[in-house]
């Protein structure tokens, strides 16, 4: 395995409604060489499971669920 040029880092928090669009936004970036860390911190809706599909179709997301810490 390769280390990526980049990492891309976003934290979550309760975030359904808006979560899928902000990952596709950075998903669909011409620069492709990169790892995406999403920090979910402690959601209590759909978030992690929004999450984990977009991990389990593309490699490059590296999710990260830990309790709300703020």
């Not at 979560?19 to 402690?42: H, R």
């Amino acid at each position: 395995m390769t280390t990526p040029a980049i990492s891309v880092a976003m934290s979550v928090y309760n975030n359904e409604p808006f979560l899928a669009d902000a990952i596709e936004s950075i998903l669909a970036q011409t620069f492709g060489d990169f790892e995406f860390l999403i920090l979910n911190d402690g959601s209590r809706d759909r978030s992690a499971e929004i999450i984990d599909a977009y991990a389990a179709r593309d490699g490059r997301v590296r999710p990260i669920h830990r309790e709300n810490k703020g």
